[in-house]
């Protein structure tokens, strides 16, 4: 008996376009084809409004962070101090992330969580969802929340706690405390200009001098 040819083995594995028994296969895959297209839609915009969602809570957070009392001595700390204050590096980063230099805040934040920071962890978590690095941000959740793997089913216990004393605090004191991103703006900008690479480098004094002023 003959083996059959290539030619027949791909016309009996070909998928028929035609009617079968009363299935119309042309209609089914495009049936599918527009499933897929609706699933990939509803997708797209769930992470549009996870984005959305940890921008604004982002914001929030780092606005919490440098409007805070003791916001002022803890970054004029990091700018003068002989050791690396790492309440100082956490506001230090929401200011670069309040002023336009996510990348700078993102280093910023990982040094002040590699130190055990945990709102530096969370601001990590906000930062990588909101550009759609998923594992990224689950790493940084399970930091904040003292988790490892196996443990993404469920968020942390305290995991709403954080923006909600943000939330109050704001409600409280609004975004006027004596360090504000507008207030220190032009000097971010001024760092920015003066880095060597893509990343600011440490506050100097001349920062320091303007948050005493400010102060």
């Known amino acids: 008996m003959t083996p059959p040819g290539i030619d027949d083995l791909l016309a009996d594995a070909a998928v028929p376009t035609t009617p079968v028994h009363g299935f119309d296969v042309g209609v089914a895959l495009r049936r599918l084809a527009a499933d897929a297209a609706r699933n990939r839609q509803t997708r797209e915009a769930l992470q549009g409004r996870q984005a959305r969602k940890a921008r604004q809570m982002l914001d929030m957070v780092s606005r919490w962070t440098v409007t805070r009392p003791e916001a002022p001595a803890q970054l004029e700390d990091l700018a003068v101090g002989d050791r690396v204050n790492v309440d100082g ?125 400010l102060a």
């Open 89 to 213: 590096v956490l506001v230090f980063a929401c200011l670069l992330r309040l002023t336009g230099y996510p990348d700078s805040a993102q280093f910023w934040w990982q040094l002040a969580a590699g130190a055990g920071n945990r709102i530096a962890a969370y601001c990590l978590h906000l930062h990588h969802v909101q550009r759609d690095e998923q594992s990224r941000a689950w790493l940084w959740l399970e930091q904040f929340s003292g988790t490892s793997g196996g443990h993404r089913a469920s968020l942390p216990p305290d995991y709403y706690g954080l923006p909600e004393k943000a939330r109050q605090f704001i409600r409280e004191h609004g975004t006027t405390g004596p360090l504000t991103a507008e207030g220190l703006k032009d000097e971010i900008h001024r760092l920015a200009a003066a880095a060597s690479g893509t990343i600011i480098g440490r506050p100097d004094n001349r920062l320091a001098r303007r948050i005493t002023d």
